[in-house]
């Protein structure tokens, strides 16, 4: 349960009970969780901010609990390695004090809190010869964490005064160069006077807040509760709105607070107001989401080159359709997260089909002849014809030549033809070595001019084709 004036306990007191390092126990009643969460995701979002709380917070978030403010040294900067540190130093001195830092947030971390006090003192005021370092948000925050408490402290190290002084003195130093560390000091600082019953004050705290860091979900949260702490819900309702629309965790959180008890007509009445926004919002993203899906299934239909795999993106789909069917703010909430994962498959699925879609139109439009360049081509076919007109002639001259040195078989068989026989071979042969020569290279010019108008078409025909891809491609990626 998180600490409020309304259980009648001091903020010590509050410390020495279970609630204050307890998760979020979020009884609610039927008529919230039918607007809220099924069981079964409520369960599931209770053991996820158990799971953060035992491995420790990014940021301030629904799962926090001021009772474990001692979460806040991992967060931001508190979080720097000592070798960060002194590489901001400028001298000896502040070398010094981010050492008396470092040994007082070990210190912290170790539950020794009388030490860590000491040390972070020393590293804000300095000791003996060292004059320490003031202009460090880092030293005052940590000091406020201590003189805040938790669930480990001593009562006597507990001064909330003194808390808010240091969180304030935090913010200050922040404010130029970290205005989010600023912002959180400032909200620690607002916690401060809320334990402290100073309502105004607190409230005055986290508007500062929210003007340095407005994605502080924590401070959305706690204005909301002041509001509630006042008996005035009318004016917390749009503070918690913009606590949930940045952690919808803090649905169950509400149910977990005593300032909020008093007022679950109002909270109700919210809560239904923002599932019919979550519905109405699911509603157009999943008509919009199905009509681009059947237009890119019309698309793909026509151009066989572009043949997206959309199964995947139709069984998320129909499981957003199914999650949100519960009818609860959780489950719209999780249905537009199916349909922000289908629009990750989707565009995966679009991205994979214009690859395979540009090598599939590279292989259909390559031109049949393979060679490197157009003249490549040209003179490969042109030598390959040329080789086998010459090895005709070449053919032609041996016979020749076979029947000049069987002259005499030729004078026995035709003797009235052996002068002219004998006469003409010599010309015959020279003949056909003079023809072969001319005869190589028309044919060879001629097969080139084929070949470059055959090969310029298939070129001028692939190009075209490729040039529809990818104005094709273009528009499915667009859609």
């Not at 299934?297 to 499981?319: H, I, P």
Request: charged share 20%.
């Amino acid at each position: 349960m998180q600490f409020s004036h309304r259980s009648g306990v001091t903020w010590g007191d509050y410390l020495l009970t279970e609630s204050a390092t307890a998760s979020i126990n979020a009884g609610m009643r039927s008529q919230t969780q039918a607007l809220v969460a099924s069981q079964e995701r409520t369960q599931q979002s209770m053991q996820q901010m158990s799971e953060q709380l035992q491995s420790g917070l990014a940021e301030l978030s629904a799962a926090f609990n001021w009772g474990m403010s001692e979460l806040l040294i991992a967060i931001g900067d508190l979080n720097d390695t000592l070798e960060q540190l002194i590489a901001l130093a400028r001298n000896p001195s502040q070398t010094w004090a981010y050492e008396q830092f470092n040994i007082a947030r070990d210190a912290f971390k170790r539950h020794l809190f009388d030490d860590a006090l000491t040390y972070v003192n020393s590293a804000i005021d300095g000791s003996a010869s060292q004059t320490g370092y003031r202009l460090d948000h880092r030293f005052h925050m940590l000091l406020g964490l201590i003189r805040l408490g938790n669930h480990h402290s001593d009562a006597d190290l507990i001064d909330l005064p003194a808390a808010e002084q240091a969180f304030l003195a935090a913010a200050k130093y922040a404010k130029a160069t970290a205005p989010e560390e600023a912002g959180r000091a400032m909200l620690s600082a607002a916690w401060a006077a809320y334990c402290q019953a100073q309502i105004e004050q607190a409230e005055s705290y986290v508007s500062e807040a929210l003007a340095l860091n407005s994605q502080l979900s924590e401070a959305h949260f706690l204005q909301a509760k002041l509001y509630m702490a006042k008996d005035l819900p009318a004016g917390a309702l749009m503070p918690l709105s913009q606590a949930i629309a940045l952690d919808r965790d803090y649905m169950l959180k509400v149910q977990d607070d005593p300032d909020f008890e008093p007022h679950q007509a109002q909270i109700e009445s919210l809560y239904a107001q923002l599932v019919d926004s979550k519905k109405e919002q699911f509603a157009q993203q999943q008509q919009s989401f199905v009509a681009r899906l059947e237009a890119i299934k019309d698309f793909k239909a026509g151009y066989r080159f572009l043949n997206a795999d959309l199964s995947e993106v139709e069984d998320t789909l129909k499981q957003a359709a199914q999650i949100a069917a519960e009818g609860n703010y959780f489950a719209y909430d999780d249905g537009l997260a199916a349909l922000r994962h289908a629009e990750t498959q989707l565009a995966n699925a679009k991205q994979q089909a214009v690859e395979q879609g540009r090598e599939d139109i590279r292989n259909a439009t390559q031109p049949k002849y393979r060679a490197a360049t157009p003249e490549d081509q040209a003179r490969n076919q042109a030598q390959d014809k040329g080789c086998l007109a010459t090895l005709v002639i070449f053919v032609l001259w041996s016979i020749a030549l076979y029947v000049y040195v069987k002259l005499e078989v030729v004078r026995n068989m035709w003797p009235t033809w052996y002068d002219p026989i004998v006469e003409m071979l010599p010309l015959w042969i020279a003949s056909l070595l003079f023809v072969a020569i001319p005869l190589y290279y028309i044919l060879k010019g001629v097969l080139r001019v084929r070949f470059n108008r055959k090969y310029k078409q298939e070129a001028i025909n692939g190009e075209a084709r490729r040039e529809e891809f990818a104005q094709k491609a273009k528009q499915l990626l667009q859609m």
